[in-house]
Nanobody, 126 residues
Framework: QVQLVESGGGLVQPGGSLRLSCAAS????????IGWFRQAPGKEREGVSC????????YYGDSVKGRFTISRDNAKNTVYLQMNSLKPEDTAVYYC???????????????????WGKGTLVTVSS
């Protein structure tokens, strides 16, 4: 059974950092591209970042470029999203997802994803 489980969300002050984790079970994450999405209240889900399995290429949305870093640890079957210089507008539920392909089909679209985690809430507020 394919499962993705996010963790690491929480409350952080503006300018702070968080590291989100996406742990996979039921499949070997090595072979698949993994994406991060977020959904703020009243807004559509948007693709934030993606890391491919084929060559490790990474992709970022314009709003997070230079502040967020995606990485993967295949030994732990986990993908991370390091978020620095957080802003109130980064507040959202963050989801990891995969369409079970080895390349990132950037930009990411929700309807392309086959499997989703349940999300982790990130709140940036003073």
């Amino acid at each position: 059974q394919v499962q993705l489980v996010e963790s690491g969300g929480g409350l952080v002050q503006p300018g702070g950092s968080l590291r989100l984790s996406c742990a996979a079970s039921g499949f070997t994450l090595d072979y698949y591209a993994i994406g991060w999405f977020r959904q703020a209240p009243g807004k559509e889900r948007e693709g934030v970042s993606c890391i491919s399995s084929s060559d490790g290429s990474t992709y970022y949305g314009d709003s997070v470029k230079g502040r967020f870093t995606i990485s993967r640890d295949n030994a732990k079957n986990t993908v991370y999203l390091q978020m620095n210089s957080l802003k109130p507008e980064d507040t959202a539920v963050y989801y990891c997802a995969t369409e079970l392909g080895s390349w990132c089909d950037w930009p990411l679209y929700s309807y392309d994803m086959d499997f989703w985690g349940k999300g982790t809430l990130v709140t940036v507020s003073s």
